[in-house]
């Protein structure tokens, strides 16, 4: 199962938040596996190249991500 559910709103100090989720099976254990294996900063690269590509915009670098993952599953 993937779905993107997206999350937007205002931190405590005006920044916006954005959030993305959810990845299940095979899929969710290559990302635990990436997130283990590979340094957060690579990733961070990664993911934000991702969502220009997939949104077709200009997005802002975050000032911080954070990447869950659950060996047992999301439910």
Known sequence: MQF??????RGKNGEAVLHLAYKDGEGSAKWGQILNEVPKPMVDLEIHRAIEYKFNMTVPKPLDTVYQYWDEGAW
Not at 4 to 9: D, E, Y
Request: aromatic content about 16%.
């Open 4 to 9: 993107v559910c997206v999350f937007s709103g």
